[in-house]
């Protein structure tokens, strides 16, 4: 509001005359003053800054002059010289400013106090807490610089995408005594200096960017494929039997031959026809052959099935038997059969379907025996007719072949039973375990670093120099994994067991239930000092109950939510100098990922919503100095999290509550799961 009130103030304004010593005193009135803040309300007990211009009759503004701050209701709101206003009960109050004679006011509204108790924090560096989703927590003023991660969470396994609640964090400072009694603040933290040099442009992000598609297409069909072999209930009774060490061959192996046929449609249905197929190429452990309609318009070479066979014989085979468990040999051939099928549709990359390790009794459409469905382009890519080749196929390979294992120790695991499989966001995060690891395996054979030491931004870019500025073969599947990785957990909504409803398109469970094996590889299979693969073997086996079951049980811990929470832990801790008590330490994603971050998605990870894109690097972290009230909203997905980081100017504590938490979050709608989990970093 603008009171005019004529006031005449002098001040001296020196003109060069005509005579050239004159001084001119010209009259400056101020007419208007107009009183802002940054919101017209604020809580019991908590502050906000108000401010004041001054303008002369033609509108200009006055400065210079100092100003007198009031309230006309001192019982609801007081202010101090400095215009910081201080809720003390419900109700209104006007709060003047005045200059030069000139007033100002701005209607302040107080309201009750959302917070009626508050719980201190208090964290050593490196220390953290859980709390509740809807307790109202009070980080301490402390000393400049103070920098705390606030995680909001959702540890629940119900896999319902619109299972999404709209969570509102709120922060708003809270005057510490020094500062209520007029002391001078303590002067601000020194900037942050660079973690890690910017990587915009090094690598071109044109292939990643249809990998994550094919990933997109892929993903869907394997839903519905899961969903049709869990209704069709087979029982064990049909399934093939005997399995083969990993190093075992048949004594009697001979080569495939050139042509057969076989069945392509993914189905058991009776009406399933055998189509003619092409042999490409083979080795004693995988052959690649191609449907003959496809042969005859474009044609896999051989060069691109010995590409596949190479990388599965060298890199994928072993590995994949010591990750996961036996490969199944139903068919006592030996090999692994890899075709291609237009079953798959437009963009799926490949797929395993259970029922080919059924009897053609039990199942119509069964080729009885390890066959991976493989896209026709995939293939083709490893050996364009024109361009640079593709090598995205292998580590899909690696990743088909965890399914191999996995889906035929489902169906023993159910035995008596229908099958029992893994929840899909277990079986595709294992599988993406499988090309990752297959990557690393094929990477530190040819240069790369060595299997348990991190993964960061130095030998990535080396390699990429190294090879012209793109990924090598071997490392393609290690560039895939990293990409998905920093999409999905900077995406909003997001999840590790499904793809919430409104998530961008470039979040996918896929990569970040990989995200959370990859937790569980290094902290409870002691990646660093020894291969994970017991662990993941022992998540793998029949013997092992399905789903998160199995995956507390391998772990120790007490239940999922508990395993959720120390996950949270070691991604808020990354990068850090701390370490949690279940580390991520054979990845440095903090500098690895910032090679596909900076500017989009800002920051660096785990990517808090609170990080913003500046021309400096690292980017700005939220500070609490203005005295004001600070909301960020993010929709939460089922087994979601996001970030949140503030660091302290060290004149005011800060209130943390959040709002939206209590949305209940299990099948029968009965209990809230959201929890805030407070790190401190320095």
């Given at each position: 509001?603008?009171?005019?009130?004529?006031?005449?103030?002098?001040?001296?304004?020196?003109?060069?005359?005509?005579?050239?010593?004159?001084?001119?005193?010209?009259?400056?009135?101020?007419?208007?003053?107009?009183?802002?803040?940054?919101?017209?309300?604020?809580?019991?007990?908590?502050?906000?800054?108000?401010?004041?211009?001054?303008?002369?009759?033609?509108?200009?503004?006055?400065?210079?002059?100092?100003?007198?701050?009031?309230?006309?209701?001192?019982?609801?709101?007081?202010?101090?010289?400095?215009?910081?206003?201080?809720?003390?009960?419900?109700?209104?109050?006007?709060?003047?400013?005045?200059?030069?004679?000139?007033?100002?006011?701005?209607?302040?509204?107080?309201?009750?106090?959302?917070?009626?108790?508050?719980?201190?924090?208090?964290?050593?560096?490196?220390?953290?807490?859980?709390?509740?989703?809807?307790?109202?927590?009070?980080?301490?003023?402390?000393?400049?610089?103070?920098?705390?991660?606030?995680?909001?969470?959702?540890?629940?396994?119900?896999?319902?995408?619109?299972?999404?609640?709209?969570?509102?964090?709120?922060?708003?400072?809270?005057?510490?005594?020094?500062?209520?009694?007029?002391?001078?603040?303590?002067?601000?933290?020194?900037?942050?200096?660079?973690?890690?040099?910017?990587?915009?442009?090094?690598?071109?992000?044109?292939?990643?960017?249809?990998?994550?598609?094919?990933?997109?297409?892929?993903?869907?069909?394997?839903?519905?494929?899961?969903?049709?072999?869990?209704?069709?209930?087979?029982?064990?009774?049909?399934?093939?039997?005997?399995?083969?060490?990993?190093?075992?061959?048949?004594?009697?192996?001979?080569?495939?031959?050139?042509?057969?046929?076989?069945?392509?449609?993914?189905?058991?249905?009776?009406?399933?026809?055998?189509?003619?197929?092409?042999?490409?190429?083979?080795?004693?452990?995988?052959?690649?052959?191609?449907?003959?309609?496809?042969?005859?318009?474009?044609?896999?070479?051989?060069?691109?099935?010995?590409?596949?066979?190479?990388?599965?014989?060298?890199?994928?085979?072993?590995?994949?038997?010591?990750?996961?468990?036996?490969?199944?040999?139903?068919?006592?051939?030996?090999?692994?059969?890899?075709?291609?099928?237009?079953?798959?549709?437009?963009?799926?990359?490949?797929?395993?379907?259970?029922?080919?390790?059924?009897?053609?009794?039990?199942?119509?459409?069964?080729?009885?025996?390890?066959?991976?469905?493989?896209?026709?382009?995939?293939?083709?890519?490893?050996?364009?007719?024109?361009?640079?080749?593709?090598?995205?196929?292998?580590?899909?390979?690696?990743?088909?072949?965890?399914?191999?294992?996995?889906?035929?120790?489902?169906?023993?695991?159910?035995?008596?039973?229908?099958?029992?499989?893994?929840?899909?966001?277990?079986?595709?995060?294992?599988?993406?375990?499988?090309?990752?690891?297959?990557?690393?395996?094929?990477?530190?054979?040819?240069?790369?670093?060595?299997?348990?030491?991190?993964?960061?931004?130095?030998?990535?870019?080396?390699?990429?120099?190294?090879?012209?500025?793109?990924?090598?073969?071997?490392?393609?599947?290690?560039?895939?994994?990293?990409?998905?990785?920093?999409?999905?957990?900077?995406?909003?909504?997001?999840?590790?067991?499904?793809?919430?409803?409104?998530?961008?398109?470039?979040?996918?469970?896929?990569?970040?239930?990989?995200?959370?094996?990859?937790?569980?590889?290094?902290?409870?299979?002691?990646?660093?000092?020894?291969?994970?693969?017991?662990?993941?073997?022992?998540?793998?086996?029949?013997?092992?109950?399905?789903?998160?079951?199995?995956?507390?049980?391998?772990?120790?811990?007490?239940?999922?939510?508990?395993?959720?929470?120390?996950?949270?832990?070691?991604?808020?801790?990354?990068?850090?100098?701390?370490?949690?008590?279940?580390?991520?330490?054979?990845?440095?994603?903090?500098?690895?990922?910032?090679?596909?971050?900076?500017?989009?998605?800002?920051?660096?990870?785990?990517?808090?919503?609170?990080?913003?894109?500046?021309?400096?690097?690292?980017?700005?972290?939220?500070?609490?100095?203005?005295?004001?009230?600070?909301?960020?909203?993010s929709n939460i997905g089922p087994s979601g999290v996001r970030f949140h980081d503030f660091r302290s100017l060290g004149t005011a504590a800060a209130q943390i509550s959040v709002t939206g938490s209590n949305q209940p979050c299990d099948a029968n709608n009965l209990q809230r799961c959201d929890v805030i989990i407070v790190t401190r970093i320095d």
């Amino acid at each position: 509001m603008r009171t005019p009130r004529l006031s005449y103030l002098l001040a001296l304004m020196f003109a060069a005359a005509c005579s050239g010593n004159e001084t001119t005193v010209v009259q400056v009135t101020v007419a208007n003053v107009t009183v802002s803040a940054p919101a017209s309300s604020v809580e019991v007990g908590l502050s906000l800054q108000f401010s004041a211009q001054a303008f002369d009759q033609s509108g200009s503004e006055v400065n210079g002059q100092s100003v007198t701050w009031s309230s006309n209701n001192t019982s609801v709101a007081t202010v101090d010289s400095n215009g910081l206003a201080t809720g003390v009960q419900a109700g209104t109050s006007q709060i003047s400013a005045t200059i030069g004679g000139a007033s100002g006011e701005l209607t302040l509204t107080v309201s009750a106090a959302s917070c009626t108790t508050r719980t201190d924090v208090i964290l050593s560096p490196g220390q953290y807490e859980v709390f509740r989703g809807d307790e109202c927590l009070l980080l301490p003023a402390g000393t400049p610089g103070d920098l705390y991660r606030v995680a909001i969470a959702r540890p629940t396994l119900v896999e319902n995408a619109s299972n999404t609640p709209s969570v509102t964090l709120s922060m708003a400072q809270v005057l510490t005594p020094a500062a209520a009694s007029g002391a001078e603040p303590a002067p601000p933290p020194p900037a942050a200096t660079a973690r890690h040099d910017d990587l915009r442009g090094v690598l071109d992000g044109t292939r990643v960017m249809q990998h994550l598609e094919w990933m997109d297409a892929t993903r869907a069909f394997h839903m519905q494929l899961r969903m049709r072999e869990r209704d069709l209930g087979l029982s064990p009774s049909y399934l093939l039997p005997g399995a083969t060490g990993p190093a075992a061959a048949p004594t009697a192996l001979v080569d495939p031959p050139a042509t057969d046929s076989m069945f392509l449609d993914l189905s058991c249905a009776p009406s399933s026809t055998k189509e003619p197929v092409t042999l490409i190429g083979f080795s004693d452990y995988l052959a690649v052959y191609q449907e003959t309609a496809a042969f005859d318009t474009l044609a896999i070479s051989a060069q691109a099935a010995n590409e596949l066979i190479g990388y599965y014989d060298s890199y994928t085979r072993d590995m994949a038997a010591d990750y996961f468990g036996t490969i199944p040999d139903t068919d006592a051939d030996g090999r692994i059969i890899v075709v291609t099928s237009p079953a798959l549709g437009s963009g799926v990359a490949a797929a395993v379907y259970s029922g080919d390790f059924y009897q053609t009794s039990g199942c119509a459409g069964s080729n009885e025996g390890e066959t991976i469905y493989f896209q026709t382009e995939l293939l083709v890519n490893l050996d364009p007719p024109t361009g640079d080749p593709d090598y995205f196929a292998l580590g899909v390979v690696a990743h088909e072949t965890k399914h191999v294992i996995s889906l035929y120790n489902g169906i023993q695991r159910g035995s008596p039973g229908p099958a029992d499989f893994h929840e899909l966001w277990i079986e595709e995060g294992t599988a993406e375990i499988s090309q990752g690891m297959s990557s690393r395996v094929a990477w530190a054979a040819t240069g790369g670093p060595a299997l348990g030491q991190p993964i960061n931004r130095t030998n990535i870019l080396a390699a990429v120099q190294a090879n012209g500025g793109s990924e090598t073969k071997e490392m393609g599947g290690i560039i895939d994994v990293l990409a998905g990785t920093v999409r999905s957990l900077s995406a909003q909504p997001n999840s590790v067991i499904t793809d919430p409803n409104g998530a961008p398109s470039g979040h996918s469970f896929y990569s970040s239930s990989w995200h959370f094996q990859r937790f569980l590889g290094d902290g409870f299979g002691d990646a660093s000092e020894v291969m994970d693969s017991a662990f993941f073997r022992a998540l793998t086996d029949e013997n092992t109950p399905s789903g998160a079951t199995g995956t507390v049980q391998v772990t120790g811990v007490a239940d999922y939510e508990e395993l959720f929470e120390e996950f949270v832990v070691a991604v808020s801790l990354h990068g850090t100098g701390f370490t949690a008590a279940h580390p991520i330490d054979t990845w440095d994603f903090v500098s690895a990922g910032s090679i596909f971050s900076n500017p989009n998605p800002p920051g660096d990870y785990p990517w808090p919503v609170t990080a913003t894109e500046t021309n400096d690097n690292p980017p700005v972290v939220q500070q609490w100095a203005s005295f004001g009230t600070d909301s960020y909203t993010s929709n939460i997905g089922p087994s979601g999290v996001r970030f949140h980081d503030f660091r302290s100017l060290g004149t005011a504590a800060a209130q943390i509550s959040v709002t939206g938490s209590n949305q209940p979050c299990d099948a029968n709608n009965l209990q809230r799961c959201d929890v805030i989990i407070v790190t401190r970093i320095d």
